[in-house]
Every structure is written in C-alpha cells, then in structure tokens.
C-alpha cells in the first residue's frame, strides 16, 4: 500500500507542511514582516536545509524513507506546465476607457521598456554565467560543461521550471549531467538575490524619496503578516458554474487538466515523429517545452472561447488563483529538489555566477531605470524582481513603494510578453541546443546586447538621470 503514497503524496505533504508553517512564521516573525519576505521562500528554505540533512521522508510499510530529491524536481516540472497553462488561459483586461487614454502611450512605452530590458538582462546573464565557467575550467584545468553558465539566465529572468525543462532536455538529448538540477539551483538562486538586494534598495529609495508617488507612512497590516484580519477577507473569485452543477474550482481544474492532457498528446507526437537524422536532436522539444504546447492550448482555447462569445464560462480570478497556488507550491518544492550534493562539483563557479550575474544585472536595471523619463525606480525595481526571480517577486519588490499599485508598472508587468515574445525568440530557439558542437548561442545573445542597448538609445527611452 506504501506505494500508493511514497514518494509523491509524502512530498506534497512536505510542500504543504512548509508552506503552512512558512505562513505561521510570516505572521508571527518581524523580521520576516518588514522584510515581506513570502511563505514559500521561507518554507523552500527551511525544506533545502532538511533536505540536504536527510529528514525530509515520512513512515512506510518498510521503515522510515527519505523522499529523493527527483520526486520533488518531478512536482515541479508539473506544477511549471500547469501554471503556464493557466497564463494561456487568462483574458487580457479590457482596454481602457477614454478617460485613461492618455495615460495609454506610457503604459505601452514602459511594457516595451521592460521587454527591452528582458533581453538585456538574459544576455547578459547568459554572457556573464558562461564567462565564469569557462575561467574557472580555464584556472583549474578542469573538464567542466561550461554551457552551464547560460541556465543563469532561464532560472533567473524565466523560472525554475524553465531552467529544469532546459536542463532536462540538455540530459536526455545530450548526456549533460545534472544540468536539470543546476537549472533548478540557479532558479532557487535567483529567487533569493531577488529579495536579498531588491528589498533593500526598495526602502533606501524609500528613505531618499525617489519615488515618483508619495509613499505611505505605513503599509497596512496584512500586507506585513500576510493574512487578512477577521472580517477583513476580499473576494478571490467569482462564480461561473451553478454548484447544483458542477463547482467553479471544479470546471476550471477540468479545463486545465483537459489542456494538460492536450499539450501532452501533442508533445508525444513531436518526440515519435520521424524527425531527419539532420535535425535529429528537436526530438527533445517535445516533452522539454511540454510547458509552451500547454500554454498554446491556454491561448488556442481562450480565442475560440472568445470567438463563440463563451468567454464568460472562465473567470480571470479563479484562473489566476489556481495559477498563484502552482506557483507558490513550485517555489518551494523548488528548494526540495535540490541536492547539495549534485551541484557539488561546481559548486565555486555556481556561487560565483550567481553573485555576479545578480550584481550586474541589479546595476545594468538601475543605470537604464535612472533614465527612463517617468516612473523608472518603480519599473527598475519591478524589473529587477522579475529578471532574477519571477513575476511574484518583481510584485513583491512593487508592493512595498507602491503598496496600491499607482504606477503603472504591475500592469506593463502583466502585457510586457506582448512584446517580450517576439523579440526573444531567437534566444529561445537555440537553448535546447547549447550542448551541441556548432551552438552559436554566445553571438547570439553578445547581438542581442549591442542590439537591445541601441534600441533603448533610439526610442528615447535613456534620458537625464531622474533620481
């Protein structure tokens, strides 16, 4: 019977344990407080540390086991394309009424602006890792897979799952050891320099007033302990099904599992079909960008939706809801499912790659942010916490100088892969194939550098420094 619940039901227990008692301390613990630090941080940590001591495991029929880090890398992976499916399935906000029209031209300048900077940033973290590496084998005369470097900048400016996928394909296609786990590691990495540097600038600029808003004296109490006082509770969704029918959770879980099942079948496809011997190494993509065909099937469902007028039938909040809590439990199994162990023997230049590409990609975000024309430090910090961590931190970063959203810097947050998609592509296209002898991904991205610096010259968008 044991097998029925070991290992995957005893991790999500250890998910939902952290998480739960990450939340207690997060409302009982100052530090955490004024730092707002979030639960799954504050649980990932504490479940690496017991991870890489051996007491993360629970009771079977055959003693006491110790739940292997893969079960959780396994979660992850799952939760990472049930998230992503849930971004494909979100409607965009209506457009503005006439009143906010002229506010429009900024939003769309500052989403381009934060697009422009994405691309920056990714290369120059894919520069900056793959430097490191190849100094360190160079220094040690060591026979290290140097293209682990270029996974700084999918765990960092993408997501863990982004970088597990990544990775994933890089093992199976290429025989790269490990590189899933790195992915992971560099994700988890990035998430923590997110809040380790951007929480502190975020109230020095506080203190200096460089915001473009007056900033509250105090931020209100939930905001601090992260739970809503008795009787203080908000609507989190609305409800699109009659439950004598079916459940709204419940339709919108089949809705998602049913375009699970989709992106599934279509990843089959691609890894069975009879590819040339010339381009034999695409078999990878099939289930290693399992996430874009999930989210595809998102996006396809919603414009048919939308085309029939049964848009209705999916309400944005409840989608959003299911969307946070996959991210929310990834983040921490994220920290699960990392062995100190694995990352062992790069461990020097992991450490140093993340420093680096943190630090420089804070000063890079901070010099151009300066010189944005209106509204930089809220869309420079939003950028930083978005670009090392995820869209939750870069949130997280906003929150506390511009606690009720004035700027517009959350809502380009959210339409900012209006234009990020396009231009990236080229970077993501030739990820998967990194490892192979003729990968041409260091011109690429030194390209995107020059290019996406010229754009930000060109288009106005460096100016006199504001603050």
């Known amino acids: 019977m044991s097998s029925l619940f070991f290992p995957y039901v005893g991790a999500f227990f250890w998910v939902g344990v952290l998480l739960s008692f990450a939340a207690f301390l997060r409302s009982r613990v100052t ?149 899933s786990t790195v992915g992971l590691a560099f994700g988890a990495a990035g998430f923590l320099f997110a809040v380790l540097i951007g929480i502190p600038f975020a109230n020095q600029a506080i203190k200096k007033g460089w915001l473009s808003e007056k900033h509250l004296s105090s ?3 939930p905001l601090l302990t992260g739970i809503m006082g008795k009787g203080n509770s908000e609507p989190c969704a609305q409800s699109t099904t009659h439950s004598a029918n079916i459940d709204t959770f419940a339709f919108h879980f089949a809705v998602m599992f049913v375009l699970y099942g989709a992106g599934y079948v279509f990843a089959l496809a691609w890894a069975t079909f009879s590819w040339p011997e010339s381009i034999e190494k695409v078999r990878g993509l099939g289930f290693g960008m399992l996430y874009v065909w999930g989210m595809l099937a998102g996006v396809i469902t919603r414009k048919t939706l939308r085309k029939v007028k049964s848009c209705h039938v999916l309400d944005n909040s409840t989608t959003r809801r299911i ?41 890079v975000i901070v010099w151009f942010a300066r010189r944005m024309p209106k509204y930089g430090f809220e869309r420079g910090l939003a950028a930083f916490g978005c670009y090392t961590g995820t869209v939750a931190s870069g949130l997280l970063l906003l ?30 296209i030739n990820l998967p194939f990194v490892p192979s002898s003729n990968s041409i991904m260091l011109p690429v991205l030194t390209v995107y550098v020059v290019t996406m610096i010229a754009s930000l010259f060109l288009l106005g968008f460096v100016k006199k420094r504001a603050w």
């Open 31 to 179: 530090f955490f407080q004024k730092n707002l630090i979030p639960s799954a941080l504050i649980g990932g940590v504490i479940g690496f540390v017991l991870m890489n001591f051996g007491l993360i495991g629970m009771p079977t029929q055959e003693g006491w086991k110790e739940i292997p880090t893969s079960a959780f890398g396994v979660l992850v992976s799952h939760l990472f394309v049930f998230g992503f499916i849930g971004i494909g399935l979100i409607q965009q906000d209506e457009p503005e009424p006439e009143a906010d029209k002229a506010n429009s031209s900024w939003v769309r300048s500052g989403a381009l602006w934060l697009a422009l900077i994405y691309c920056l940033i990714y290369a120059i973290q894919g520069i900056t890792g793959r430097t490191v590496f190849e100094l360190y084998s160079y220094l040690t005369s060591g026979e290290i897979f140097t293209g682990y470097g270029y996974l700084v900048s999918v765990g960092f400016s993408q997501n863990p799952g982004a970088a597990q996928a990544i990775g994933g394909i890089w093992e199976n296609e290429y025989g790269v050891q490990k590189a």
């Open 219 to 221: 931020m209100p109490k």
């Open 323 to 363: 969307t946070g809590t996959t991210v929310d439990f990834m983040i921490c199994a994220v920290f699960l499912a990392i062995g100190i162990n694995d990352i062992q023997q790069i461990i020097v230049p992991f450490l140093t790659t993340t420093i680096c590409a943190s630090v420089i990609s804070f000063f």
């Open 399 to 428: 929150r506390i100088v511009d606690p009720e959203f004035k700027s517009p810097a959350a809502f380009e947050l959210a339409i900012m892969n209006i234009f990020i998609l396009p231009i990236v592509q080229i970077i993501y």
